[in-house]
């Protein structure tokens, strides 16, 4: 048994030979041509062929997976007739005398460089498309066409890299999986195998060995594995993951693109926590509507000193840039309590839990704060963004974050850097303080997150990390919901809108409370994006509502 | 010659598609179309030299109309800033 271990982009487990992508390369050739005007005319006949082979392709993919892709082959139409690149070409034909194929290597390699080149990862994809498009071009040009897959049945294909075109071209029952030992998570390889919900691994580099040829492969795409001649062990558990993985895919493919409504139309929106950047394709492949908290810590846990305002804002903006308009709510730092970081020199104290943690640490040191809502404001102008302040206790101190917030502003201003003029402002509701407080609260913000973790421990007064205290730790308590009512009544008395960003907001048995006492928002891990879907789809709230209301204030309901 | 300035609301920028169709929509005139963002300025005719801007949401850009049928095409030419980019 060989294991070899990649980058997984594209979920899913599959069995099969593994079969290597046979690239016909055309190798080209430089010469001086005599005449410039016949050498014009091949390239123009050529690239009328290659645009016509792209706008089939582009047909194809629209029946294979949808206009998301098809875009793709338009994208690479309009590239093959625009009109730079073109004269880039008529140039070297005609002034220097140089073949059509060489002609096209060398403009493919000049724009390649330059969208290379380029800052933004969406322009420094397009690199590769001008290479893929100039290939077929060469192809039409040479005549030689590209490789497919010649085996009688299905495999795991792999490659070095695969050119859209490339994939597109495949016979798609011949294809369980791709392994490439290079590309991106946001290549086309990885978008299209996540398309057509086929498991892809990245990045094996050289431990794909050419001797595999033929061998059986078994390729999951959760955790990048790639196992080789598995042993009967590794095999049957691999093969139980894989029709388990079927079974859930099929149910919750189904509930995509359906609203978080209920059997009597009350809507919810349903938004994910996140840790970073790197969380937002699980969210977009959950179709959750929105980031409900980003928390920004690990920008600061991942490094060794206070990271730079523009680090934290080319973070903030990557994701709300990625969200494409979908509101990102970022919680501002968080740390303290059971979060501690060494450069902060935080004395040690006695009662962590109730000590200087998350906005009591950024008033107590402005210029943190400082930094960080000024990338915050930056990072404002690409996307739809909320802040939320963690801890509150009192209604001062959401006035002086406010007050920070317009210096920000108000400085922004003045340099001229844009942002956004309807960032939403929130707190998290975690201390008992803040559920009592919430009538005052709701007049100074937006929106309330609730932290049930935090409010549990501190509503029944009890450490959530002490395992001896499990049976008195319980979010369930009557006293929890309650609290959780009440803001919920007072929140929208002043027309501010709730979520839950606790752990307790993809707890299915509180769905339905959470639903009657009219939460607008559950934040929670993307995987549970759509289970949550579909216990809200099948929720009767006029049926459940009035009975768990009565409940919440019974006095038999102690629990 | 007309002209107008436009700031870029799309989160991605002027990208792929949207320089696509708008090389399209200017090819329906016979004015010239430049777009420049600072110094830089390029034929919105050309796709890639305009993708090479690296033009990003945010950005104001300055679009300049110049030929025989200016009016029409610089009327068209705003209304498909605003409702594509």
Request: proline share 4%; with cysteine.
């Amino acid at each position: 048994m060989i294991l070899i271990q990649g980058k997984g982009v594209s979920n899913g487990v599959a069995i099969g030979p593994l079969y290597y992508y046979q690239r016909a390369k055309a190798t080209i050739t430089r010469y001086e041509v005599a005449d410039a005007e016949a050498e014009w005319n091949r390239f123009k006949d050529a690239q009328a062929k290659a645009i016509e082979q792209l706008g089939e392709l582009a047909e194809k993919a629209r029946e294979e997976a949808g206009d998301e892709a098809a875009l793709l082959f338009e994208t690479h139409q309009m590239m093959a007739e625009d009109m730079e690149y073109e004269e880039a070409i008529q140039t070297a034909i005609q002034d220097t005398l140089l073949n059509a194929e060489a002609a096209v290597t060398d403009t493919a390699a000049q724009f390649a460089e330059m969208f290379a080149a380029m800052e933004d990862p969406y322009f420094q994809a397009r690199a590769a498309d001008v290479k893929d498009v100039s290939s077929r071009i060469i192809a039409a040009l040479t005549g030689v066409v590209q490789g497919g897959i010649n085996s009688p049945v299905p495999v795991i294909l792999a490659a070095d890299d695969l050119a859209p075109s490339e994939t597109v071209q495949l016979d798609k029952s011949k294809i369980l999986g791709f392994v490439t030992e290079g590309g991106s998570g946001s290549s086309h390889t990885a978008i299209l195998a996540r398309t057509m919900g086929i498991p892809a691994i990245i990045g094996v580099g050289d431990q794909l060995k050419p001797e595999y040829e033929g061998k059986e492969v078994i390729i999951d795409g959760g955790t990048g594995n790639v196992t080789i001649d598995a042993d009967e062990d590794a095999k049957a558990h691999l093969l139980k993951k894989m029709e388990e993985q079927q079974k859930m895919r099929e149910m919750l493919e189904a509930l995509k693109g359906q609203p978080n409504e209920t059997l009597d139309g009350q809507k919810i929106k349903v938004y994910c926590n996140i840790g970073g950047p790197d969380d937002v394709p699980a969210v977009l492949s959950n179709d959750a509507g929105g980031v409900g908290l980003f928390r920004s810590e690990f920008l600061y846990l991942n490094c060794d000193d206070f990271p730079s305002e523009d680090v934290q804002f080319e973070a903030y903006k990557k994701v709300l840039a990625d969200m494409g308009g979908r509101e990102v709510v970022i919680r501002t730092l968080d740390i303290g309590a059971d979060k501690q970081i060494g450069y902060f020199n935080l004395p040690k104290e006695e009662n962590p839990a109730l000590g200087n943690r998350a906005l009591r640490i950024c008033l107590n040191r402005p210029e943190i704060f400082h930094t960080q809502l000024r990338a915050l404001f930056r990072a404002s102008a690409f996307g739809r963004l909320g802040i939320m302040f963690p801890m509150v206790t009192s209604v001062w101190e959401v006035k002086e974050a406010k007050k920070m917030c317009d210096r920000v502003r108000d400085e922004l201003t003045k340099e001229g850097i844009p942002f956004s003029e309807d960032v939403e402002i929130g707190i998290m509701i975690e201390t008992p303080a803040a559920v009592l407080m919430s009538d005052r609260l709701a007049k100074e913000v937006d929106f309330f997150s609730c932290g049930t973790n935090d409010l549990t421990q501190y509503t029944l007064a009890c450490d959530r990390q002490n395992a001896d205290l499990g049976r008195f730790y319980n979010p369930h308590h009557p006293a929890v919901l309650r609290a959780l009512k009440m803001v919920c009544d007072n929140a929208h008395k002043n027309g501010v809108w709730v979520g839950i960003c606790g752990e307790l907001g993809a707890d299915l048995e509180l769905t339905e409370t959470f639903l009657s006492i009219g939460i607008d928002e559950l934040s929670v891990s993307p995987r549970s994006v759509l289970p949550l879907r579909q216990k809200i789809r099948e929720t009767d709230v006029s049926q459940v509502k009035e009975k768990l209301l009565a409940d919440l204030l019974s006095d038999e309901n102690t629990i | 010659m007309k002209s107008f300035e436009y700031t870029i609301t799309d989160p991605v920028g002027i990208h792929a598609r949207p320089a696509g169709i708008l090389v399209k929509e200017i090819k329906k005139y016979a004015s010239t179309v430049t777009v420049s963002k600072g110094e830089k300025e390029v034929n919105a005719l050309k796709l890639m030299a305009l993708m090479g801007m690296g033009i990003k949401q945010g950005d104001t850009v300055k679009v300049t109309i110049e030929g025989a049928d200016e009016d029409v095409a610089a009327a068209a030419i705003e209304e498909f800033f605003k409702a594509n980019l």
